[in-house]
């Protein structure tokens, strides 16, 4: 039936890109909300609301296609590509393909850091994309957004599952 | 027709308290009610928008997350509110995201209402869920109204009790209060039945209170001193009315057998004396009986015409001087035959002589006549009869008699007519009873006064009769010619009329026979005439010294004889002296024939020599 209801979503959302995946279309949805409950510290409070991407961009237009005309807080939303690690990025996504470790290095850095691998959280990441049956879950890290100075509202925390820590 | 109307008081005041009670407590009810519905319904508008709200607020991250699981964990924080009884979470393309229900088998709407509103049984609120201001989907919870319909049931079962008791306490007080009211009432209803069923008129209603209905009973029983009042002097008018009615029968009984009386002896000693020759000291004695007693049915008449004549006012007063000492000496000596006939010692003492004053001395000749044969007619055999003329300040006249006095009883109505102190057929003293009143009633016309005394039966009876010693004249001295009434002078012998020519008209032969017989005994030449036009006639042809006419007689009557005969000259008798004689024998009658032109006027029955005395008196023959 969830399954049902994402294809029914996808059946009635703009589909430009029919090639990326319903997941990615979907991920790239939850990528932009997440900007919306979590503040950043006084420094990244001004200028557009940049979503980075590590590597390269595995959603396709459906990400440009989500973005585009929205904002967040009175604040334009951009997405970009790095290939490095980089302090201007309010949001990282790290892509399953990519390694997250040199991303991950700084802890301090003031960037949600969200990711689609396993061992995500384990190695410092804050957010992490995961799969219970045919539904995208995730999991947060509260601690370490609060240590690089983010605050994830609490109703966003109500919906994350339990990072295994183990 | 009226049906409130006629309700008994207690009645309509139950009827009205128990209306007014139940409506005001209906009213306040159904305001309060309706006040409460509103206000109710006011605040689960209120309440369920602030609960959609938090459910809402909590919602726009599972609906953007699409976590139906938490989605629901958000809706069913409504498990603690037991009057919200379904949730439904919509997409904000409308798709069903997360349903709660209290019951099982509810379900959502296929789409969200556009707005909030109020059903019969449920109230149903939407709420947008937005995050930063962008739409994310609806919520709809529809709230159970049952709670309210129970609140409402139970307010209208405590208006029901409230109209109960509100009814039954205003039931007790209009009973109470209508007890008050109509119970002084129905007493009063009570009185005036048991006053109108017994005629009891002494009875009287209780006054209770001192409020209008006291005034009420009050007035009543004012109404019912009047009416006893009446009542008692109807009573006491109709035991007057009867009483009048069985003295007038009494004296009818009396009067006829007063007037039989004489005529027995009238009309018995006639037959004999035509039946059969008698010796001539019989027949003297025969004519004196037969005499004597048409004397007395004459008085009878005369008295009963006094009596007329004092009832209708018409009874006039010859007023002249008078010598009182000598009226009573006249009246003393026609009883002292009667008085000697029973061995009555009759005195009489007029220390002063002559007691001179003014009246009328036939009048007071009665008054003393009545009084004194009173006495003599009750006193029995052998007693006396002391009659005393003394003057004080005016004259009075005392009649003391040894009879056997009057009963107390009957003293205040001894001088009222027609009363008698033994109205029986067994009495034993005859008489109309009016002698006594018209002597008061002649008495009073002369300014007097007269009072009766008695100790009692067997006592004697003292009368007193008080005379003003002077009474106004209220007539010239100086009279027409009369016949003398004085019942003394039948004796004295007669007038002669040689020679005198007289025309006698009667239409009665009898008394044409008897009044020639009478006249032509006394040396007259009496011719005959039986009708007016007969005697003008025999008047034309030879006119006569003296006409003596009848009055009443069929066609032409007296009165228009003697006008015809007075305005002819005198050469054909135009003034040839008249006298009337008649049995209209009234003041007024006598007074009518002399204005029509007669000289004189004798009654009927009339007494030959006083005929005589008057004819030769016009004849020219008087001896004065």
Redesign the interface.
């Known amino acids: 039936m ?1 399954l049902g ?2 294809l ?2 996808a059946a ?1 959302a703009p589909l430009p890109a029919q090639e990326v995946p319903l997941e990615y279309r ?1 991920k790239a949805a ?1 990528l932009y ?1 997440f900007a ?2 979590v503040e950043w510290p006084a420094a990244m409070a001004s200028g557009p609301l940049t979503l980075c991407l590590a590597s390269h961009n595995p959603f396709g237009d459906a990400l440009d296609d989500t973005l585009s005309g929205e904002r ?2 009175g604040r334009e939303v951009v997405a970009r590509v790095i290939t490095g690690p980089t302090s201007a990025c309010h949001l990282l996504f790290v892509p399953q393909d990519v390694s997250a470790a040199p991303y991950l290095r700084d802890r301090q850095a003031p960037t949600l850091t969200v990711g689609e691998s396993d061992g995500f959280i384990a190695s410092g990441g804050m957010v992490n994309f995961v799969r219970e049956g045919t ?1 995208v ?2 999991e947060i890290d509260a601690t370490a957004a609060e240590r690089a100075g983010l605050r994830i ?1 609490s ?2 925390l ?2 994350a599952r339990r990072p295994n820590r183990s | 027709m009226r049906p409130f109307q006629d309700l008994p008081i207690r009645r309509k005041l139950l009827l009205m308290t128990l209306v007014v009670s139940t409506t005001a407590v209906l009213m306040a009810e159904v305001g309060f009610v309706g006040y409460d519905v509103v206000r109710t319904r006011a605040e689960i508008v209120r309440d369920m928008a602030a609960q959609a709200r938090i459910i809402a607020e909590n919602s726009a991250a599972p609906l953007t997350f699409r976590d139906e699981g938490a989605a629901g964990e958000t809706l069913a924080v409504l498990e603690l509110r037991p009057q919200v009884s379904m949730a439904c979470l919509f997409t904000v393309e409308n798709h069903l995201m997360a349903t709660y229900h209290r019951q099982a088998g509810m379900q959502c709407p296929a789409a969200p209402p556009s707005a909030s509103r109020f059903g019969w049984d449920v109230f149903e609120a939407v709420v947008p869920v937005t995050l930063d201001g962008q739409r994310r989907g609806s919520l709809y919870i529809q709230r159970d109204l049952g709670d309210l319909y129970e609140r409402l049931q139970v307010a209208l079962l405590s208006a029901v009790a409230l109209m109960i008791i509100a009814g039954a306490a205003s039931l007790l007080m209009a009973a109470r209060i209508g007890r008050l009211v109509s119970s002084p009432l129905l007493k009063l209803a009570d009185t005036a039945r048991a006053i109108s069923s017994t005629r009891d008129y002494s009875l009287r209603a209780t006054v209770g209170s001192a409020d209008e209905i006291g005034e009420v009973v009050t007035s009543f029983n004012h109404m019912l001193d009047r009416i006893a009042e009446r009542e008692r002097e109807r009573i006491a008018a109709l035991e007057r009315e009867r009483d009048a009615n069985r003295v007038k029968d009494e004296f009818l009984a009396t009067l006829s057998h007063e007037l039989r009386t004489p005529l027995n002896a009238v009309l018995g000693w006639a037959r004999l004396l035509r039946a059969r020759p008698v010796q001539p000291e019989l027949r003297a004695r025969a004519l004196d009986t037969i005499e004597r007693n048409a004397l007395a049915q004459a008085r009878l008449i005369e008295d009963l015409l006094d009596v007329s004549r004092i009832v209708t006012g018409k009874l006039r007063l010859h007023v002249r001087p008078v010598d009182l000492a000598a009226v009573v000496d006249a009246a003393v000596d026609v009883v002292r035959p009667a008085a000697a006939a029973k061995q009555l010692r009759l005195d009489v003492e007029i220390p002063h002589r002559p007691a001179m004053t003014s009246g009328d001395s036939d009048r007071l000749q009665q008054i003393i006549w009545n009084i004194v044969s009173n006495a003599v007619r009750f006193t029995p055999a052998g007693g006396t009869v002391h009659v005393r003329l003394e003057r004080r300040d005016g004259y009075v006249l005392t009649v003391r008699d040894s009879g056997p006095g009057i009963d107390a009883t009957f003293l205040p109505h001894l001088f009222e007519p027609f009363r008698q102190a033994d109205p029986s057929p067994t009495r034993e003293h005859g008489g109309l009873g009016l002698g006594l009143a018209i002597a008061k009633q002649l008495t009073e016309l002369h300014g007097g006064t007269i009072s009766v005394h008695s100790a009692g039966p067997g006592t004697g009876s003292t009368f007193q009769v008080v005379l003003p010693s002077n009474i106004p004249v209220t007539e010239p001295a100086a009279r027409p010619v009369e016949a003398q009434d004085d019942t003394n002078s039948v004796h004295a012998p007669a007038a002669r009329l040689d020679g005198l020519r007289l025309l006698v008209v009667d239409d009665e032969l009898d008394a044409r026979l008897l009044l020639e017989t009478a006249l032509t005994d006394l040396g007259a030449d009496v011719q005959m005439a039986s009708t007016a036009a007969e005697a003008l006639a025999a008047i034309e042809r030879c006119t006569p010294d003296v006409v003596v006419s009848d009055i009443g007689m069929p066609g032409e009557d007296g009165y228009s004889l003697i006008r015809k005969l007075r305005q002819r000259p005198s050469a054909t008798g135009g003034a040839v002296p008249a006298i009337a004689l008649s049995a209209y024998a009234s003041d007024r009658d006598r007074s009518a024939a002399i204005d029509a032109g007669y000289q004189a006027h004798v009654p009927k029955p009339f007494d030959a020599a006083e005929l005589a005395a008057v004819v030769a008196q016009l004849g020219g023959r008087s001896k004065s």
Do not use: E, P
Request: net charge positive; proline share 0%; aromatic share 14%.
């Open positions: 969830r209801l994402l029914l979503l009635l979907v939850f909300n919306r409950f967040i807080g539904n879950r995730f509202s109703r966003l109500r919906l």
